[in-house]
Protein backbone atom coordinates (compact mmCIF):
# COMPACT_ATOMS: atom_id res chain seq x y z
CA UNK A 1 0.00 0.00 0.00
CA UNK A 2 2.95 2.53 0.45
CA UNK A 3 2.07 3.31 -3.19
CA UNK A 4 -1.12 4.46 -2.40
CA UNK A 5 -2.40 6.53 0.21
CA UNK A 6 -6.16 6.39 1.74
CA UNK A 7 -7.37 9.57 2.26
CA UNK A 8 -10.66 9.67 4.63
CA UNK A 9 -12.87 12.99 4.09
CA UNK A 10 -14.78 14.13 7.13
CA UNK A 11 -17.09 16.03 5.75
CA UNK A 12 -19.00 17.86 8.51
CA UNK A 13 -18.00 16.90 12.19
CA UNK A 14 -19.97 16.88 15.39
CA UNK A 15 -18.28 19.67 16.94
CA UNK A 16 -17.72 22.62 15.20
CA UNK A 17 -21.31 25.17 14.23
CA UNK A 18 -22.00 27.04 11.16
CA UNK A 19 -21.55 30.47 11.85
CA UNK A 20 -17.33 28.90 11.97
CA UNK A 21 -17.49 28.43 8.60
CA UNK A 22 -19.81 29.31 5.36
CA UNK A 23 -18.52 26.24 4.09
CA UNK A 24 -19.56 23.42 6.67
CA UNK A 25 -22.93 21.24 5.03
CA UNK A 26 -25.45 21.01 7.40
CA UNK A 27 -28.18 19.62 5.09
CA UNK A 28 -28.73 16.43 4.29
CA UNK A 29 -28.26 17.11 0.04
CA UNK A 30 -25.59 19.62 1.31
CA UNK A 31 -23.59 16.56 2.72
CA UNK A 32 -24.39 14.10 0.02
CA UNK A 33 -22.89 16.56 -2.77
CA UNK A 34 -20.01 17.16 -0.47
CA UNK A 35 -19.43 13.87 -0.39
CA UNK A 36 -19.64 12.95 -3.75
CA UNK A 37 -17.20 15.66 -4.78
CA UNK A 38 -14.71 14.49 -2.05
CA UNK A 39 -14.85 10.77 -3.57
CA UNK A 40 -14.31 12.55 -7.00
CA UNK A 41 -11.13 14.59 -5.54
CA UNK A 42 -9.79 10.92 -4.17
CA UNK A 43 -11.27 10.26 -0.89
CA UNK A 44 -12.17 6.34 -0.38
CA UNK A 45 -13.46 6.76 2.40
CA UNK A 46 -16.58 9.08 3.60
CA UNK A 47 -16.58 10.07 7.21
CA UNK A 48 -20.58 11.08 7.95
CA UNK A 49 -21.64 12.91 10.95
CA UNK A 50 -25.20 14.53 10.51
CA UNK A 51 -26.82 17.95 11.38
CA UNK A 52 -30.34 19.50 12.56
CA UNK A 53 -31.03 20.70 9.24
CA UNK A 54 -33.06 23.93 10.31
CA UNK A 55 -29.80 25.14 12.65
CA UNK A 56 -26.69 23.23 12.05
CA UNK A 57 -26.96 21.60 15.74
CA UNK A 58 -25.12 18.06 15.43
CA UNK A 59 -27.37 15.02 16.35
CA UNK A 60 -28.00 11.71 16.03
CA UNK A 61 -31.07 11.68 14.21
CA UNK A 62 -31.11 7.92 12.39
CA UNK A 63 -33.60 9.31 9.92
CA UNK A 64 -30.95 11.72 8.33
CA UNK A 65 -28.60 9.44 8.80
CA UNK A 66 -30.61 6.64 7.06
CA UNK A 67 -30.92 9.92 3.94
CA UNK A 68 -27.26 10.76 4.10
CA UNK A 69 -25.87 7.28 3.71
CA UNK A 70 -28.55 6.02 1.43
CA UNK A 71 -28.10 9.07 -1.25
CA UNK A 72 -23.65 8.80 -0.40
CA UNK A 73 -24.30 5.50 -1.60
CA UNK A 74 -26.68 6.03 -4.70
CA UNK A 75 -23.62 8.54 -6.05
CA UNK A 76 -20.28 6.98 -4.85
CA UNK A 77 -18.42 3.87 -4.47
CA UNK A 78 -16.56 5.52 -0.89
CA UNK A 79 -16.68 3.31 1.46
CA UNK A 80 -19.16 5.69 4.45
CA UNK A 81 -18.21 5.33 7.74
CA UNK A 82 -20.78 6.96 9.80
CA UNK A 83 -19.69 8.33 13.42
CA UNK A 84 -20.08 6.57 16.67
CA UNK A 85 -18.73 9.62 18.29
CA UNK A 86 -21.44 11.52 17.75
CA UNK A 87 -21.69 15.37 19.68
CA UNK A 88 -21.85 17.30 22.87
CA UNK A 89 -24.32 15.47 24.99
CA UNK A 90 -25.04 12.23 23.29
CA UNK A 91 -25.11 8.82 25.37
CA UNK A 92 -23.19 6.03 23.83
CA UNK A 93 -26.52 4.50 23.48
CA UNK A 94 -27.63 6.88 21.19
CA UNK A 95 -24.39 6.97 19.30
CA UNK A 96 -23.89 3.33 18.63
CA UNK A 97 -27.51 3.33 16.94
CA UNK A 98 -26.36 4.42 13.81
CA UNK A 99 -24.75 0.83 13.49
CA UNK A 100 -28.36 -0.51 12.68
CA UNK A 101 -27.77 0.28 9.11
CA UNK A 102 -24.95 -2.23 9.14
CA UNK A 103 -21.70 -0.15 7.93
CA UNK A 104 -18.87 -1.44 6.40
CA UNK A 105 -16.79 0.75 8.70
CA UNK A 106 -17.50 3.32 12.04
CA UNK A 107 -15.82 4.71 14.34
CA UNK A 108 -14.33 3.58 17.59
CA UNK A 109 -13.39 5.85 20.70
CA UNK A 110 -10.73 4.43 22.73
CA UNK A 111 -11.09 6.03 26.13
CA UNK A 112 -12.61 9.45 27.96
CA UNK A 113 -10.83 12.60 27.56
CA UNK A 114 -11.61 16.67 28.13
CA UNK A 115 -13.00 18.20 24.50
CA UNK A 116 -12.38 21.72 25.02
CA UNK A 117 -13.70 23.92 22.02
CA UNK A 118 -14.21 27.15 24.66
CA UNK A 119 -11.48 29.30 23.22
CA UNK A 120 -13.40 29.84 19.79
CA UNK A 121 -16.50 31.07 21.53
CA UNK A 122 -14.51 33.93 21.77
CA UNK A 123 -13.75 34.73 18.58
CA UNK A 124 -15.90 37.40 16.79
CA UNK A 125 -18.53 35.81 14.87
CA UNK A 126 -22.43 35.90 14.58
CA UNK A 127 -23.30 32.73 17.04
CA UNK A 128 -26.82 31.73 17.52
CA UNK A 129 -27.35 31.75 21.32
CA UNK A 130 -27.03 27.78 21.05
CA UNK A 131 -23.92 27.48 19.12
CA UNK A 132 -21.99 29.52 21.83
CA UNK A 133 -23.81 28.01 24.39
CA UNK A 134 -22.33 24.48 22.77
CA UNK A 135 -19.08 25.89 22.94
CA UNK A 136 -18.62 27.16 26.50
CA UNK A 137 -20.45 24.74 27.51
CA UNK A 138 -16.81 22.16 26.66
CA UNK A 139 -15.42 23.49 29.60
CA UNK A 140 -17.28 21.34 31.58
CA UNK A 141 -17.41 18.29 28.80
CA UNK A 142 -15.71 15.13 29.04
CA UNK A 143 -15.86 13.25 25.68
CA UNK A 144 -16.61 9.51 27.93
CA UNK A 145 -15.76 6.34 26.41
CA UNK A 146 -15.30 4.23 29.13
CA UNK A 147 -14.48 0.39 29.19
CA UNK A 148 -18.10 -0.22 29.55
CA UNK A 149 -18.49 2.08 27.03
CA UNK A 150 -15.72 0.29 24.61
CA UNK A 151 -17.26 -3.28 25.61
CA UNK A 152 -21.05 -1.96 24.51
CA UNK A 153 -19.44 -0.59 21.44
CA UNK A 154 -17.60 -3.41 20.37
CA UNK A 155 -20.28 -5.65 20.87
CA UNK A 156 -22.74 -3.53 18.85
CA UNK A 157 -19.91 -3.48 15.76
CA UNK A 158 -19.96 -7.23 16.30
CA UNK A 159 -23.47 -7.72 15.66
CA UNK A 160 -23.42 -5.60 12.57
CA UNK A 161 -20.43 -7.17 10.88
CA UNK A 162 -19.07 -3.97 11.49
CA UNK A 163 -15.34 -2.77 11.33
CA UNK A 164 -14.27 -0.32 13.93
CA UNK A 165 -11.94 2.62 12.79
CA UNK A 166 -9.91 3.05 16.34
CA UNK A 167 -10.20 7.04 17.01
CA UNK A 168 -6.73 7.24 19.52
CA UNK A 169 -6.71 10.69 20.84
CA UNK A 170 -3.95 10.20 23.20
CA UNK A 171 -0.90 7.76 23.91
CA UNK A 172 -2.36 6.31 27.09
CA UNK A 173 -5.33 4.94 24.69
CA UNK A 174 -3.26 2.71 23.16
CA UNK A 175 -2.69 0.46 26.84
CA UNK A 176 -6.71 0.94 27.14
CA UNK A 177 -6.33 -1.42 23.52
CA UNK A 178 -4.34 -3.74 25.01
CA UNK A 179 -6.57 -4.52 27.89
CA UNK A 180 -9.96 -4.37 25.70
CA UNK A 181 -7.61 -7.27 23.90
CA UNK A 182 -6.72 -9.00 27.15
CA UNK A 183 -10.38 -9.13 28.16
CA UNK A 184 -11.77 -10.38 24.82
CA UNK A 185 -13.64 -6.86 23.84
CA UNK A 186 -11.13 -6.37 20.41
CA UNK A 187 -8.46 -8.26 18.67
CA UNK A 188 -6.52 -7.73 16.13
CA UNK A 189 -5.70 -7.07 13.21
CA UNK A 190 -6.98 -2.78 14.09
CA UNK A 191 -7.39 0.13 12.01
CA UNK A 192 -6.14 3.02 14.15
CA UNK A 193 -7.01 6.75 13.99
CA UNK A 194 -4.27 9.28 15.18
CA UNK A 195 -6.45 11.87 16.05
CA UNK A 196 -4.07 14.79 17.70
CA UNK A 197 -4.84 18.70 18.55
CA UNK A 198 -8.29 18.20 20.20
CA UNK A 199 -7.45 20.70 23.08
CA UNK A 200 -7.76 18.16 26.40
CA UNK A 201 -5.71 15.78 24.58
CA UNK A 202 -2.50 15.19 22.40
CA UNK A 203 -1.37 17.88 20.70
CA UNK A 204 -0.62 18.02 16.54
CA UNK A 205 2.81 17.48 16.32
CA UNK A 206 5.17 15.60 14.89
CA UNK A 207 7.18 13.66 17.26
CA UNK A 208 3.75 13.23 19.36
CA UNK A 209 2.09 11.27 16.13
CA UNK A 210 5.58 9.35 15.87
CA UNK A 211 5.65 8.31 19.69
CA UNK A 212 1.69 7.11 19.13
CA UNK A 213 3.06 5.27 16.10
CA UNK A 214 5.92 3.78 17.85
CA UNK A 215 4.04 2.93 21.08
CA UNK A 216 1.90 1.22 19.11
CA UNK A 217 4.08 -0.72 17.26
CA UNK A 218 5.51 -2.21 20.83
CA UNK A 219 2.13 -2.58 22.83
CA UNK A 220 0.19 -3.90 20.22
CA UNK A 221 2.38 -5.13 17.45
CA UNK A 222 4.20 -3.52 14.52
CA UNK A 223 2.23 -6.10 12.02
CA UNK A 224 -1.47 -5.98 13.88
CA UNK A 225 -2.56 -2.50 12.88
CA UNK A 226 -3.04 -0.14 9.89
CA UNK A 227 -2.65 3.68 10.46
CA UNK A 228 -3.94 6.97 9.57
CA UNK A 229 -3.56 10.36 11.37
CA UNK A 230 -5.63 13.45 11.16
CA UNK A 231 -4.58 16.68 12.73
CA UNK A 232 -7.39 19.14 14.06
CA UNK A 233 -6.52 22.83 12.68
CA UNK A 234 -4.84 24.32 9.12
CA UNK A 235 -1.03 23.54 10.66
CA UNK A 236 -2.43 20.07 12.56
CA UNK A 237 -3.77 18.88 9.42
CA UNK A 238 -1.33 19.17 6.75
CA UNK A 239 1.78 18.60 9.03
CA UNK A 240 0.35 15.15 9.96
CA UNK A 241 -0.44 14.77 6.57
CA UNK A 242 2.84 15.41 5.48
CA UNK A 243 4.19 13.29 8.45
CA UNK A 244 2.15 10.05 7.44
CA UNK A 245 3.21 10.26 4.36
CA UNK A 246 6.58 9.93 5.15
CA UNK A 247 6.29 7.37 7.81
CA UNK A 248 3.86 5.08 4.83
CA UNK A 249 0.78 5.46 6.81
CA UNK A 250 -2.86 7.17 5.31
CA UNK A 251 -4.22 10.36 6.09
CA UNK A 252 -7.59 12.17 6.83
CA UNK A 253 -8.78 16.13 6.43
CA UNK A 254 -12.06 17.80 5.75
CA UNK A 255 -14.27 20.34 7.12
CA UNK A 256 -15.19 18.25 10.77
CA UNK A 257 -11.04 18.96 11.17
CA UNK A 258 -9.76 22.44 9.77
CA UNK A 259 -11.49 25.12 7.51
CA UNK A 260 -8.78 26.66 6.08
CA UNK A 261 -7.27 25.56 2.86
CA UNK A 262 -4.00 28.01 3.90
CA UNK A 263 -2.69 30.08 6.68
CA UNK A 264 -4.84 33.03 5.28
CA UNK A 265 -7.80 31.40 3.66
CA UNK A 266 -10.46 29.46 4.71
CA UNK A 267 -11.74 26.27 2.47
CA UNK A 268 -14.51 26.22 0.34
CA UNK A 269 -15.45 22.70 0.17
CA UNK A 270 -14.29 19.23 1.26
CA UNK A 271 -13.21 18.44 -1.88
CA UNK A 272 -10.92 21.39 -1.80
CA UNK A 273 -8.60 20.12 0.78
CA UNK A 274 -8.36 16.57 -0.54
CA UNK A 275 -7.65 18.01 -3.42
CA UNK A 276 -4.61 19.36 -1.55
CA UNK A 277 -3.26 16.16 0.35
CA UNK A 278 -3.77 14.22 -2.86
CA UNK A 279 -1.21 16.90 -4.40
CA UNK A 280 0.85 16.83 -0.99
CA UNK A 281 1.01 12.75 -1.69
CA UNK A 282 1.85 12.89 -5.21
CA UNK A 283 5.14 14.57 -4.20
CA UNK A 284 5.34 11.75 -2.28
CA UNK A 285 5.26 9.45 -5.05
CA UNK A 286 1.46 8.17 -3.77
CA UNK A 287 -0.90 8.06 -5.49
CA UNK A 288 -5.27 8.21 -3.71
CA UNK A 289 -6.30 4.09 -3.01
CA UNK A 290 -9.84 3.48 -5.16
CA UNK A 291 -12.30 2.60 -2.96
CA UNK A 292 -12.02 -1.02 -3.73
CA UNK A 293 -8.12 -0.87 -2.64
CA UNK A 294 -9.28 0.60 0.28
CA UNK A 295 -11.53 -1.69 1.36
CA UNK A 296 -9.12 -4.57 1.20
CA UNK A 297 -6.52 -2.63 2.92
CA UNK A 298 -8.71 -2.20 5.81
CA UNK A 299 -10.10 -5.68 5.59
CA UNK A 300 -14.01 -4.41 4.91
CA UNK A 301 -16.82 -6.73 4.06
CA UNK A 302 -17.82 -4.52 0.95
CA UNK A 303 -21.12 -2.44 0.34
CA UNK A 304 -23.05 -5.11 -0.62
CA UNK A 305 -23.46 -5.94 2.86
CA UNK A 306 -24.84 -2.36 4.43
CA UNK A 307 -28.30 -1.85 5.49
CA UNK A 308 -29.32 1.03 3.90
Not at 20 to 35: F, L, N, R, Y
Not at 94 to 111: Q, W
Not at 225 to 239: D, Q
Request: charged share 25%; hydrophobic share 40%.
Amino acid sequence: MNDTVIITCALTGGMTVPAQSKAIPITVDQIVEEGVKAAEAGASVLHVHVREETTGRPVADLDLFERALSELRKHTDAVLQPTTGGGRGMTVEERASVLKFRPEMATFNAGSFNFGLFPVAARDLPFADWEREYLEGTTDYIFRNTFADMTYMAEQMRQSDTRPEIEVYDVGQIYNLEQLVKDGVLEAPFNLQFVLGVLGANAAEPDQLIHMLRTAERVLGKDSFTWSAAGVGYRGEFNLAAMSLMLGGNVRVGLEDNLRVSKREQATSNAQLVTKVADLASMFDRTPATPDEARAHLGLKGSSSVAF
